[in-house]
């Protein structure tokens, strides 16, 4: 690991810090809601918004880098012709309190949206953020990044990487826009002492002992790049798929997403880029009404091979990132740790 | 600049009946000092007013640039619209995408195309391109060969072209499934033209058509001894974005828009693909 700077945050100073930064930028960070509800929210008032670091957030920051709906252009039918204006510029942002596996699905989302176009509505938004993680000392039930290597703290990607060593913060910077923040507010910080570090390895140990979820994430793939697909297994997982999406729209990497038309009147309307999901029926169906993929038996077949095989095959690297959220959303029990089960659980052919 | 999704503004310039269900529109970029080309096999995003974005090969060939062929066939909402478009009316356009038929490689070769219905679009540009190659007695192919089948007669598209290709040497061989009392041509299925064509080592298959199709042709193709590169078709998926961006043509390890439409067997064969049944 390799970082441009690290320094000391005392707890006390953390509030007075993100008082400075929201002067300066949009601030979004963890916030528990009246209902008990821990979601990525943007700070209006830090004195009574209850920033939540306790509890996972049950949303990724992908609503905020590929929105669930977004104009990408307007258009106008009239005299003129048929014209497309784009929409304005973003404004800068600071995202605080993003978790290990969250930010490792943001450097995948840099990725799908770069190659081999760069994707100018994602990058607008992406060249205009900063993001502040917070390693994670107490992985949640559902965690498992340690399989998905994305967790449960960062090696790489953040521009500030913060973790929690008592009553203060170990404080890491990734990118130079980091280095640069710590430069700026430096007197919110101080030196990091020998004792410092030695408390932040205690506690990386610690949490790595602490995950209660065995996924076999590394030997499923590799079982998928060099064994015939499963063709049993996406049966049995299809029979419990009700075509939800939940898992996609709470997945931090499932970026697929659909183009339409939204007619506002006769002269203008708006084009819109909504979230799209793999699993449901008509991802697939064409002009007329014929399908390539036969949802009865490989409802989910698409979905884990891109994210255990094809990725891993296209980019090195799988785009699961351990955060467990799909699991609670399933309702038939048919999440991405049921299929590495009985991926790792067939006998060797 | 947030430009990825915006469309250029083009022009209908002329519209050609091919049949009922075919048309095809001849498009000019309202903008004539954009920089625009493309290869044959490449598709455009084609915008029409409040009916959104499709995916249209495009049927000409870059030597008729700067107009821009794109034969649609009524299949859905948008193409049902563009059919009731007059000439001047304007469209938008994304585009060119995907990786085009590799015509580079065609010089010395027999070209065998196989084509069902609107299938012979994407072909049409080969065609066209190849001829104005040979004119030029450029890197020029050794021959070309048409099998086209359609349903019936009347659904027979591109039939003037056909002529004119007729005359300028390319040898085309059309088929329809069922017969009117006024046909005096060939009855059966696309395959069945197939006996009387000899595969050498020069020849090239182009094969597009409807997925049942493409199957027959391609296994009916190899039998003949046909090798697995030198066979090559152009898939047909449902797209989005056309720049390897919003996931929707998935193929395992692929993407039809960027990594396709146009493959050859070889390269089928490793993906799980219905055209291969």
């Known amino acids: 690991m390799i970082d441009l700077k690290e320094l000391i945050l005392p707890k006390d100073n953390l509030i007075p810090l993100l008082r400075k930064l929201k002067k300066e930028a949009r601030l979004i960070a963890p916030v528990q809601n009246a209902y008990g509800d821990t979601l990525f929210s943007e700070i209006s008032d830090l004195d009574s918004a209850h920033i939540d670091l306790d509890n996972q957030p049950q949303s990724s920051l992908k609503p905020f880098l590929l929105p669930q709906q977004e104009i990408l252009a307007r258009y106008q039918v009239d005299k003129a012709g048929y014209t497309f204006t784009p929409p304005e510029d973003e404004q800068e942002t600071i995202y605080f309190g993003v978790r290990s596996c969250d930010l490792t699905a943001v450097l995948y989302m840099d990725l799908i949206f770069s190659k081999p176009v760069k994707d100018t509505n994602y990058y607008a938004r992406r060249n205009q953020s900063l993001i502040i993680t917070l390693g994670c000392n107490h992985p949640f039930a559902n965690c498992f990044c340690e399989a998905t290597a994305s967790g449960p703290y960062l090696e790489y990607g953040y521009d500030l990487q913060f973790i929690d060593i008592g009553d203060c913060y170990f404080i890491s910077a990734g990118r130079i826009k980091g280095a640069d923040l710590l430069d700026q507010w430096s007197y919110f910080f101080r030196e990091v002492q020998e004792e410092d570090r030695k408390a932040r390895y205690q506690l990386l140990l610690e949490a790595r002992g602490k995950f209660t979820r065995n996924v076999q994430v590394a030997h499923a793939c590799r079982r998928l790049q060099k064994e015939p697909d499963p063709e049993a297994i996406w049966e049995a997982l299809s029979r419990r798929c009700y075509d939800c999406g939940g898992c996609a729209y709470v997945c931090p990497t499932c970026t697929c997403f659909s183009l339409d038309d939204m007619v506002l009147d006769d002269t203008q309307g708006l084009r819109l880029r909504s979230w799209d999901a793999c699993t449901s029926s008509g991802f697939t169906r064409m002009a007329g009404g014929h399908n390539p993929v036969d949802r009865r038996c490989h409802a989910l077949k698409r979905r884990f091979l891109h994210k255990l095989k094809d990725d891993f095959a296209r980019h090195g690297k799988v785009s699961c990132t351990g955060c467990g959220r799909c699991i609670d959303i399933c309702f038939g029990g048919v999440d991405i740790t049921t299929f590495i089960d009985l991926v790792t659980a067939v006998e060797a052919s | ?277």
């Open chain 2, 1 to 277: 600049m947030k430009e990825n999704f915006i469309p250029e503004p083009a022009v209908i310039r002329e519209i050609i009946t091919q049949n009922e269900q075919i048309r095809t529109f001849r498009l000019e970029l309202q903008d004539k000092t954009k920089a625009f080309t493309f290869l044959p096999g490449q598709f455009l995003m084609l915008s029409l007013p409040h009916c959104g974005e499709a995916a249209i090969s495009i049927s000409s060939s870059p030597t008729a640039l700067p107009l821009i062929d794109l034969s649609i066939r009524k299949a859905g909402k948008l193409t049902a619209a563009i059919h009731e478009m007059k000439p001047g009316a304007q469209v938008g356009i994304r585009g060119p995408f995907g990786k085009p038929f590799p015509v580079d490689s065609f010089s010395g070769r027999d070209l065998l195309f196989v084509a069902g219905g609107i299938g012979l679009a994407p072909l049409k540009g080969v065609v066209d391109y190849c001829l104005f190659q040979q004119e030029l007695e450029e890197d020029s192919v050794l021959s070309m060969t048409l099998l086209y089948g359609s349903r019936t007669p009347s659904d027979i598209g591109f039939q003037e072209t056909i002529k004119n290709w007729q005359e300028q040497g390319v040898d085309c061989r059309l088929t329809v499934d069922i017969a009117d009392e006024k046909w005096q041509g060939d009855v059966g299925l696309v395959t069945d033209l197939l006996d009387d064509c000899t595969i050498t080592e020069k020849t090239t298959a182009l094969v597009c058509g409807p997925p049942i199709m493409i199957r027959f042709v391609i296994a009916r193709l190899s039998s003949m001894g046909c090798t697995d590169e030198a066979i090559i078709t152009t898939l047909e998926r449902h797209m989005k974005c056309g720049m390897g961006i919003c996931g929707h043509c998935h193929l395992d390890d692929k993407l039809v828009c960027v990594d396709g439409p146009v493959f050859t067997l070889a390269q089928l064969k490793t993906m799980d693909v219905m055209e291969l049944g």
